[in-house]
């Protein structure tokens, strides 16, 4: 099963909408989840099962989908919220396929 | 707190062997499947291996089958490197699935270890 993120980098000012999309070469149903990583950190799970906030996530991140289409939307971008996002599946074997990832930068 | 640390990373030489290690806190550690994920210098994540609660089920990516072999005992688990080669060069991260099997997100990872291969 192959992963595809899109775009490879998005550029968006402080407080304004973005919209990662994801797309799986299978159906996958829902389970996909999100990951934030900030420059030096280790990955951090934002969304599961496609649509559910990991405890501690803020609102202003919602995802969607099911099957082979999802999107991760960050509904007014933070400071905090600059780094890169993984898309992972773990509904097919091999069961931890991530997506390349997509860069949020500061325009 | 729940907490995940890794160990066992370093400078090798090509065709040499590893073995990291990854040790479990804060949470009941048998209940879980834990997955090594790595992260090249500069690139993406690359998940590695998984094995689930009970080592029942146990899963390679291609890249490292036949030269990797994941275990568990009490409240570690480990990943043996056989026959290292430059492309294995990365950032090793342990994460604990959200569940029993392989097929969970992972929700909470270690800092990572650095294996870098190298003549």
């Known amino acids: 099963i192959v992963v595809t993120q899109s775009p490879a980098t998005l550029s968006v000012s402080p407080g304004e909408r973005a919209t990662l999309s994801c797309r799986a070469s299978q159906s996958i149903a829902s389970n996909l989840a999100w990951y934030q990583q900030r420059p030096g950190q280790a990955p951090r799970l934002l969304i599961s099962g496609a649509s559910t906030r990991a405890t501690g996530t803020p609102d202003r991140f919602s995802g969607s989908g099911y099957g082979t289409e999802f999107t991760l939307t960050i509904s007014s971008l933070q400071s905090e919220d600059f780094g890169v996002y993984y898309c992972q599946q773990y509904n097919k074997w091999p069961p931890g396929t991530f997506g390349q990832g997509t860069k949020v930068e500061i325009k | 707190e729940v907490q995940l640390v890794e160990s066992g990373g370093g400078l090798v030489r090509p065709g040499r062997s590893l073995r990291l290690s990854c040790e479990g806190s804060?949470?009941?550690?048998?209940?879980?499947?834990i997955q090594w994920v790595r992260q090249p210098p500069g690139k993406g994540l690359e998940w590695v291996s998984g094995i689930d609660w009970n080592s029942r089920s146990i899963a390679y990516a291609d890249s490292v089958k036949g030269r990797f072999n994941i275990s568990r005992d009490n409240a570690r688990v480990y990943l043996q490197m056989n026959g290292l080669r430059s492309e294995d060069t990365a950032l090793y991260y342990c994460?604990?699935?959200?569940?029993?099997?392989?097929?969970?997100?992972?929700?909470?990872w270690g800092q990572g270890t650095t294996v870098t291969v190298s003549s």
């Open positions: 994460a604990k699935t959200t569940g029993l099997s392989l097929y969970y997100s992972l929700d909470v």
């Open positions: 804060g949470f009941n550690f048998d209940e879980y499947a």
